[in-house]
């Protein structure tokens, strides 16, 4: 079941030498404090760090300790303190504390601080205020791209949703250049670049500003990657507001997948141990499943375990000989599927008690139904009911956001009645989280006379206008209202089917939403593949707001190696839907996102209150 390739899908780089040279580069920066020291790590660098280098690397380099870097006093009796943390304001009120009690008891030593993946002015301002910047030296691990799998790297960038689009924080974006750089660097320039939304513009000029200083090292190199699409969250909330049903999709979830892999509790392994899997291609179980709709993997997973029995059983009319090979040759293997077999089989298990008490197929019903635009009423009714029985907090602001953007805003009265309900369920406390998700555009109130047409004219008359360029920032968070309802027109997102939708043997990228939907994302990027441009699609770019375009026909005709970027993270649903694509058209797809998300990840970024 797992897809087989088409014989003219290109092949996919290598990525192992992303992790060599920041593994290198980590260790150039450790043995600049020669001797023996102790690390303090930032929690959320834990993940990333020991993808690229575990503890016994860390050892062979004179580390002694390590700490997580936590709010309080250190206990380390090393004379030299290294820190590898984030860039925050916090981190370096730490690092000064620890200086600073320090000096208080007239003890001397070296502290190092790493930032990764980059130094912010700010940090250094915090250390110099605090009355240390003489006494610590500071560098950078400009360690930005995990390969998290085959084709999926990651930069670990949770924050840049919040901090971008919500807060309009741009610090982020010399990263994102910076990783792009790199690619182009190691695998060749990118003959042709389209991009959506601003965030992905300003990536894209930075870029190519870093490759004009350095011009020559990509010149006359043959490119590996023919396409880059770089793509803002904003331009496509409504899919990673979906609930997931693709088997890799209902795993994050259900469970949370983190830098890669997912800690499954004693209600998966049936033992009383948590068992930490990597879930990436080397799991041949899980490489078989992870783009396919769940109703179909419970019966390829039974129909595995009675293959594997009946290779175990061959054991039974052996001979010695026979028996030694297979033994020697067989017999790990079998085991090592056998153990994933019975994890990912506890997994469906645990997620169907999940979805079951959830009542699973109303909610899909609901979120179809706004997907289509019908049963509004009956829609909102279930949103209402939602709250009132305190299912969950984060849920019913998925479900209201879902509703806003496909409405393209609540009328006054639904929104001022939701948000009271809300409010009087969860708590006042949430306040401060409506006014987030209205300033991001995901949860609004349509201003009188803001019907969906007059919205669409009065845009389409802002942008057809010749001072276009001058657009004012309150005019372009009209454009942003999602007009969702015309783009899904426009690009047939709601695909029409007659009869049943077929979801063992799909037709199409709405299989991920069970034949209801088709990612807006994906479709974009279809869309272009096909005409080889943007042509025929300028209705579409007015609508989403600000698109980028480089094209060099000549040298890309060969090209089916595409690198989308997904700017503010990117859901497992976009990411099977497009490995579909690639196998029927023979493309290659590779991911590059600052976080892999889903929608209550989204929801807790906005939210002011702390789970």
């Known amino acids: 079941m797992a897809f087989p390739h088409r014989l003219d899908a290109p092949e996919l780089p290598d990525f192992s030498m992303l992790k060599r040279l920041a593994r290198d580069q980590l260790i150039y920066l450790l043995e600049q404090l020669p001797g023996k020291k102790d690390l303090f790590i930032e929690a959320d660098l834990m993940s990333p760090l020991d993808r690229i280098a575990n503890v016994s690397i860390l050892k062979q380099h004179e580390v002694d300790k390590l700490y997580k870097v936590e709010n309080k006093p250190a206990v380390s009796s090393s004379e030299q303190l290294c820190f590898l943390v984030r860039p925050r304001i916090k981190n370096m009120r730490y690092v000064a504390s620890l200086v600073n009690a320090d000096k208080l008891a007239g003890r001397t030593r070296k502290y190092k601080v790493i930032f990764s993946p980059q130094k912010f002015h700010a940090c250094e301002m915090v250390l110099e205020e605090e009355g240390v910047y003489g006494d610590v030296s500071c560098d950078e691990w400009a360690f930005s791209l995990l390969p998290l799998d085959v084709d999926l790297l990651s930069m670990e960038l949770p924050e840049f949703f919040r901090d971008y689009f919500l807060e309009g924080d741009q610090r982020w974006i010399n990263t994102v ?242 948000k009271t309900q809300y409010l009087q369920s969860y708590g006042p406390e949430h306040l401060l989280t409506f006014s987030n998700l209205r300033r991001a555009g995901l949860l609004t109130e349509q201003a009188p006379g803001d019907t969906l047409t007059a919205v669409e004219s009065k845009v389409s008359k802002l942008v057809t206008d010749k001072a276009a360029g001058k657009i004012t920032d309150a005019f372009s968070s009209l454009a942003k209202r999602s007009n969702f309802r015309a783009i899904s027109k426009k690009l047939n997102l709601i695909p029409r089917v007659d009869g049943e939708y077929d979801l063992k043997v799909p037709r199409d990228m709405a299989y991920v939403f069970s034949g209801a939907y088709v990612p807006l994302s994906c479709r974009v990027i279809e869309q272009v593949l096909e005409r080889r441009s943007w042509q025929g699609l300028d209705e579409v770019l007015r609508l989403l707001n600000c698109s980028v375009t480089k094209e060099d026909k000549a040298s890309s005709e060969s090209l089916r190696l595409i690198l989308v970027v997904f700017l503010g993270g990117c859901t497992f649903s976009e990411i099977s839907a497009l490995r579909f694509l690639g196998r029927e058209k023979g493309y290659r797809f590779i991911f590059l996102t600052t976080a892999v998300t889903n929608s209550a990840r989204l929801m807790e970024a906005m939210s002011e209150v702390k789970a």
Request: with cysteine.
């Open 177 to 418: 250049a910076q990783a792009l750089h790199l690619l182009s660097t190691l695998y060749g320039p990118f003959p042709n670049c389209y991009g959506i939304g601003r965030c992905a513009k300003m990536s894209y000029e930075l870029w190519r500003t870093l490759e004009e200083e350095e011009d020559g090292e990509t010149k006359g190199r043959r490119p590996e990657i023919g396409h880059i699409f770089l793509l803002d969250r904003d331009v496509d909330f409504v899919t990673a507001l979906c609930s997931q049903v693709v088997y890799e999709g209902l795993v994050d979830d259900t469970f949370r997948i983190k830098c890669g892999s997912v800690d499954f509790g004693p209600e998966v392994t049936s033992s009383d141990r948590s068992l930490k899997v990597l879930l990436n291609a080397e799991d041949k179980v899980f490489n078989e499943i992870r783009n396919e709709h769940f109703s179909n993997v419970f019966g390829f997973l039974s129909q595995k375990a009675r293959n594997l029995q009946a290779q175990y059983d061959r054991r039974r009319g052996m001979d010695i000989k026979q028996m030694k090979n297979f033994v020697s040759q067989e017999l790990k293997g079998l085991k090592q599927e056998h153990r994933l077999l019975s994890v990912h089989i506890g997994a469906c298990e645990s997620i169907m008690k999940k979805k079951t008490k959830q009542d699973f197929q109303e909610l899909i019903k609901t979120e179809h139904a706004l997907l289509e635009g019908f049963n509004i009423r009956e829609s909102t009714s279930y949103i209402e009911e939602h709250i009132d029985r305190q299912v969950s907090p984060i849920e019913s602001l998925r479900l209201m956001c879902l509703l806003s953007i496909t409405e393209n805003g609540l009328i006054p009265k639904d929104y001022r009645s939701l």
